[in-house]
């Protein structure tokens, strides 16, 4: 079955219900309880209108993004990131121990008690261990190699190197 035919097919019988729904109580959905006229918007906002939508080619200037929004065949579940700025600094076992030329953010980070916000080393008085962010969403233990990155928020969080390859590329 093609898609314009699955289409079509899924047409009638959306058709055939929603004439149902809209028949009901005579066509006056004031009579009808509450729930139950919950429920027929609910329907016909979500899945009758996916018809309309379908029918005239995904067209998106046709719905509103209310009903929009509840379709699976819609491509605003796609995001860009916006190009927003963030600092940061790609720690090595090497540059650990070159922390002059640490981002004053870093050091600054460093010198807080461990926490959110803050860097330390994952054992205390031994720098060969790894070091943990206290981000946001908790602590997070830095790999050697890894970025960390400081949002546009000040929060600090870790990325792996092909994630920030990926994600992210030098100001000029």
Same mark, same amino acid.
């Given at each position: 079955?093609?898609?314009?035919?699955?289409?079509?097919?899924?047409?009638?019988?959306?058709?055939?219900?929603?004439?149902?729904?809209?028949?009901?109580?005579?066509?006056?959905?004031?009579?009808?309880?509450?729930?139950?006229?919950?429920?027929?918007?609910?329907?016909?906002?979500?899945?009758?209108?996916?018809?309309?939508?379908?029918?005239?080619?995904?067209?998106?200037?046709?719905?509103?993004?209310?009903?929009?929004?509840?379709?699976?065949?819609?491509?605003?579940?796609? !995001?860009?990131? +916006? &190009?927003? /700025?963030? *600092?940061?600094?790609?720690?090595?076992?090497?540059?650990?121990?070159?922390?002059?030329?640490?981002?004053?953010?870093?050091?600054?980070?460093?010198?807080?008690?461990?926490?959110?916000?803050?860097?330390?080393?994952?054992?205390?008085?031994?720098?060969?261990?790894?070091?943990?962010?206290?981000?946001?969403?908790?602590?997070?233990?830095?790999?050697?190699?890894?970025?960390?990155?400081?949002?546009?928020?000040?929060?600090? !969080?870790?990325? +792996? &190197?092909? /994630?920030? *390859?990926?994600?992210?590329?030098?100001?000029?």
């Amino acid at each position: 079955m093609t898609d314009l035919e699955r289409i079509k097919e899924l047409e009638l019988s959306e058709e055939v219900a929603w004439d149902l729904i809209a028949n009901a109580y005579g066509g006056n959905w004031d009579l009808a309880p509450i729930k139950w006229r919950i429920a027929a918007k609910r329907w016909r906002d979500t899945y009758h209108v996916s018809i309309l939508v379908h029918s005239i080619g995904n067209k998106k200037s046709k719905v509103d993004e209310y009903k929009c929004k509840y379709l699976c065949t819609c491509d605003q579940h796609q !995001y860009r990131k +916006k &190009p927003v /700025i963030i *600092e940061a600094y790609q720690m090595t076992p090497v540059r650990l121990w070159q922390y002059l030329d640490w981002p004053d953010w870093l050091i600054a980070a460093w010198n807080r008690e461990p926490g959110k916000g803050s860097i330390w080393a994952e054992t205390p008085h031994n720098f060969a261990a790894r070091l943990v962010i206290g981000t946001l969403e908790g602590d997070h233990i830095v790999q050697w190699n890894d970025w960390i990155i400081r949002g546009v928020q000040g929060e600090l !969080y870790p990325c +792996k &190197p092909e /994630i920030f *390859e990926q994600t992210y590329e030098k100001v000029i």
